[in-house]
């Protein structure tokens, strides 16, 4: 069980507003992710964080910023959030890291008017 | 960014037939293969994985079967239930080498028929 829970499930902003989502996990794992998933291409890693203060990019990182101040919560903010920014966001966790399971969150559904 | 690719991008079975879902890796460092089953509205979760060590795994009704040869893998359900209904993504990953995410392929969405 990944014990992650995400916040707002469900969001709607405007074009260039900026846009903080929440995922925190009760499981204390060192490992944590951001993926978008969109029709028709699945899952893409956006960023990634291997402890507190330790984050890096994934695959799709442009107009994401991440930061990790504590074991249990991981941030994932949009600067200025733009209509290809659309998406369902999905946080994950993981014990051991790359190579093993992840387990996901419930995910935070985004529209950008 | 290595690729995975998953087909069919949908599938439709009978109650009690077999569906089974193909994926092909190009990173031959990849050395974790899970499969994730998610329904509408839920994040994926875990089914099954394998690593190449072994070219077959099966839990319960869910059997992958893995060619290292090919760089290929494939889910197998058998007595497939309209429970089963989902899309199923594969996904592959180092096991060495740091925290990166896993890689993903585009889904699929299987329907099964009563």
């Known amino acids: 069980d990944a014990g992650i829970t995400q916040s707002p499930r469900h969001k709607v902003t405007e074009t260039g507003t900026p846009v903080t989502l929440r995922c925190h996990q009760t499981?204390?794992?060192?490992?944590m992710y951001w993926y978008r998933q969109d029709p028709g291409h699945g899952l893409r890693l956006i960023h990634y964080?291997?402890?507190?203060?330790?984050?890096d990019k994934g695959e799709v990182s442009d107009g994401y910023s991440v930061s990790r101040s504590k074991t249990e919560d991981f941030l994932l903010t949009l600067e200025s959030a733009t209509s290809s920014q659309t998406s369902v966001y999905f946080c994950a966790n993981s014990p051991h890291g790359q190579g093993h399971t992840q387990y996901f969150g419930p995910g935070t559904r985004l529209t950008v008017l | 960014q290595q690729q995975v690719k998953q087909s069919p991008q949908s599938l439709i079975v009978q109650k009690g037939g077999i569906p089974i879902i193909n994926c092909a890796y190009e990173n031959t460092a990849f050395d974790y293969f899970p499969w994730y089953q998610q329904f509408p509205g839920k994040g994926p979760a875990l089914l099954i994985a394998i690593r190449p060590d072994v070219s077959e795994k099966k839990e319960g009704r869910f059997t992958i079967s893995f060619n290292k040869s090919a760089k290929q893998f494939s889910l197998h359900i058998m007595d497939s239930q309209p429970g089963d209904s989902a899309t199923y993504f594969c996904a592959a990953s180092m096991m060495e080498g740091g925290a990166d995410g896993l890689t993903f392929g585009k889904g699929t969405h299987l329907i099964i028929q009563p």
């Open positions: 964080s291997y402890g507190v203060k330790d984050t």
């Open positions: 499981e204390n794992h060192r490992y």
